[in-house]
């Protein structure tokens, strides 16, 4: 069957096809993409894209002209979406820059949510049973080492790390649940 009456619309229009109009359109594509991006480097990329994407789908065409130009609305489509795609990227650095650190900072929201969250943990780990909360706070708030704590409380190195394991399984599931909410 040759290539003009697969695209006609009397079979899907094929791999074979494609690879034809493909070789044969190749260069108009990556300039069309080139001058719509204003970006050599991704251009190939975007025209190999668009076919893969072409070629995942079942399309029926009339004629070489439909192909055409469905590719290239394709290519135009895709082209804005690398374009967007860039911007937010672009967004994002200059957001996530020390300028905006240091305005969150300037005007105190950083430092009220950071306050709000440490006062949550403080309720979570009072609500601890006594001796786990007694082991963590001699963890993390005196910094004493397990042998040491073990010493002081009269109980096992082991005891005190499943201990602490316990507390921290129980806040980490208390600020993972804060945190996603």
């Known amino acids: 069957m040759n290539t003009q009456l697969m695209i006609a619309g009397y ?22 993409a080139e001058k719509t991006m204003g970006e050599e480097l991704y251009a190939e990329d975007v025209v190999q894209d668009v076919f893969i994407n072409l070629l995942q789908q079942t399309n029926y065409f009339v004629s070489e002209g439909a192909v055409l130009k469905y590719i290239y609305k394709a290519l135009y489509n895709r082209c804005i979406d690398f374009i967007r795609h860039k911007q937010i990227e672009q967004h994002y650095e200059e957001v996530s820059g020390n300028d905006f650190i240091s305005a969150l ?50 109980l096992s190195i082991r005891t005190v790390e499943n201990q602490i394991y316990i507390a921290r399984n129980v806040l980490r599931e208390y600020v993972d649940s804060y945190l996603c909410s």
């Open 105 to 154: 900072n300037r005007d105190g929201h950083n430092t009220l949510l950071t306050k709000e969250f440490f006062v949550i943990v403080e309720n979570r780990i009072k609500g601890l049973p006594p001796k786990c909360k007694q082991i963590f706070v001699m963890k993390y708030k005196n910094e004493y080492s397990n042998p040491e704590i073990s010493e002081k409380l009269g």
């Open 11 to 32: 079979c899907p229009v094929g791999n074979y096809s494609f690879e034809i109009i493909y070789k044969k359109y190749h260069t108009f594509f990556v300039h069309y």
